[in-house]
DNA sequence: AATAACTTTCAGTAGTTTTTGAAAGTGAAG
DNA sequence: CTTCACTTTCAAAAACTACTGAAAGTTATT
């Protein structure tokens, strides 16, 4: 395959990932550009690239900026702004599952917290089932959130090599 | 707080997460309604529930049973068809990262195969910098691929056991 | 074979999210 | 203090996704 198509390809397929993650589709695509870019780029180049709008591009690198997945870099002698990608992919997955756990994880384990807190009788069907529905979910939510606490924290040879030695 | 509120929070709260993950809101609110249901729902009783169309209800419905988190309940002498959710949370967890996995893992798999093959030379920093976030992603797909392999087999209380023991 | 009890479909509508592009903002340099 | 080179904002438009409800379809019962 040619560089010029496979590119293309791996721009068009991070797009469409990050659409079944709730990521706008736009927003990996930059990110995309910018992982396989050995240079910083400027909006203009982004927007050429990608055929998106100046708006467009200025937003969706803010984002970019905000999940800590890429950075600004300035060059002396130029106004210009020019953006590139952090390409370790161990920090680029350790960025957004922090993002995500702080967005939706953390959030909902602090309701799952106070809903078994219901009161109820326990001869109650309804109450008995809502019960150990939340309770066992709470479980695995925690389970998880310590798994992605130790992920965070964690060298990426160190991680899986310990997922392995278990799993093998 | 009282049982009727919390029931509604949850339902909420399991919507909201379902849209944050790509999941349809009310998909993930049927869902939760069965989830901390005792009995068997009708088409009717969730249409009242969640004040939502038949044909919505009928939809998600059919997209919770494909998605294997739901299955149909036939009583002798009637004909309405009832439906009922598996309550086993760590079933769900695995129904859930199976179908994801089949959706959007493999296939980015299977590409990122395709685009490690891509070819150039080594002194065109484009490729090299290409080829190396290719391979590198590729690296990390496969440690998870693997590691939801493990999940998919095995045991709630194995796997997380194992887990803790190597994270603690 | 007619009715009744239900389920499924789908064209149109409503609601949500994303994108555009022009205008406003910013601040360095002359 | 004005211009210039850029960046940011945001209202309106476009694109996309989800939902409705009436009509068509299905199957059990009489």
Redesign the pocket.
Known sequence: MELVQAKLKFIEAWGKLG?EW??????A?VHALLLISPEAL???DI?QE?????????????DLIGWGLIE?QHRP??????FFADKDTWNIARQVAQERKKRELDPIIKLLNELSEVEGKESDPAYKTFKTSVTDINKLAKNVNKTLETMLKAEESWFWGAIVKVFK
């Open positions: 659409s709730g990521i706008n589709r736009t927003m695509q400027t909006t203009e927007m990608l055929s998106i709008s100046r708006g467009n591009a200025n937003m969706t690198l803010r600004k002698g130029e106004r210009k702004e020019y």
